[in-house]
Structure formats: structure tokens, C-alpha cells
């Protein structure tokens, strides 16, 4: 199954559309966010928990919230985990959905940057 990718800068509205899709097609998102990997920092990096929400139903969404502030993540980190999450998404017969506006992040796995 094909992986989505959306893109954009800060609030364009890239979460809404890709919940909206996952609902459609059977997806769950995968957050290609540098800062939304931290927990207690939703105001400051723009993570709202509501946008995951289509017809009150919360989609399904990876990467957010898995680290403490002041905790190290890297790109080597955010490949490895991605990589595992999207085997885990096709595992389930769903359509893994790549969203955010960290282009390192996207790029690394829309060009298969090697480990």
C-alpha cells in the first residue's frame, strides 16, 4: 500500500486534511514533526489532539508525544522509528499517511536516505 505524504508550512492545515483522508481510505498518520515528538510542548509546536478528530472519531496517529523535553531525537531516530511504524501500519492493512512541515524528516523518508 502507497504511502501519503502532506506537506506545508506552520498551520495550513496539513493535520485536518490528512485525518480527513486516513478516515477515508484507512490510514493512520505519522507525524513528521521534529518538535511535536516532545510531550507538554502542544502550544509551542502547534499539536492539537482535536485535528486528529473526524466526526468525533480520533484517527489513528504515531510520533507524537514519545519523548521527554530535553530528551535527544535525531533523524537517525526519527528514520528508525518511522520505518518501524509504517511496517507496523501495512501489518494492519492500513494506509500509512506521512505528515508535517519538517522537511529533513520528510525528505529522509520520501528519498529512502540510507541509515
Given at each position: 500500500?502507497?504511502?501519503?505524504?502532506?506537506?506545508?508550512?506552520?498551520?495550513?492545515?496539513?493535520?485536518?486534511?490528512?485525518?480527513?483522508?486516513?478516515?477515508?481510505?484507512?490510514?493512520?498518520?505519522?507525524?513528521?514533526?521534529?518538535?511535536?515528538?516532545y510531550r507538554h510542548m502542544s502550544i509551542g509546536t502547534g499539536k492539537d489532539y482535536d485535528d486528529y478528530l473526524v466526526d468525533g472519531v480520533r484517527v489513528p496517529s504515531h510520533l507524537l508525544d514519545i519523548r521527554d523535553p530535553g530528551e535527544h531525537y535525531s533523524l537517525f531516530d526519527f528514520q528508525r522509528d518511522v520505518e518501524q511504524v509504517i511496517v507496523e501500519i501495512r501489518l494492519r492493512g492500513k494506509r500509512p499517511i506521512l505528515c508535517g512541515g519538517t522537511g529533513l524528516y520528510l525528505e529522509s523518508v520520501l528519498k529512502s536516505w540510507p541509515l
Amino acid at each position: 500500500m502507497d504511502l501519503i505524504a502532506i506537506t506545508g508550512h506552520t498551520a495550513a492545515g496539513k493535520t485536518v486534511l490528512a485525518a480527513h483522508i486516513a478516515a477515508r481510505t484507512g490510514g493512520e498518520i505519522i507525524s513528521a514533526d521534529s518538535r511535536q515528538v516532545y510531550r507538554h510542548m502542544s502550544i509551542g509546536t502547534g499539536k492539537d489532539y482535536d485535528d486528529y478528530l473526524v466526526d468525533g472519531v480520533r484517527v489513528p496517529s504515531h510520533l507524537l508525544d514519545i519523548r521527554d523535553p530535553g530528551e535527544h531525537y535525531s533523524l537517525f531516530d526519527f528514520q528508525r522509528d518511522v520505518e518501524q511504524v509504517i511496517v507496523e501500519i501495512r501489518l494492519r492493512g492500513k494506509r500509512p499517511i506521512l505528515c508535517g512541515g519538517t522537511g529533513l524528516y520528510l525528505e529522509s523518508v520520501l528519498k529512502s536516505w540510507p541509515l
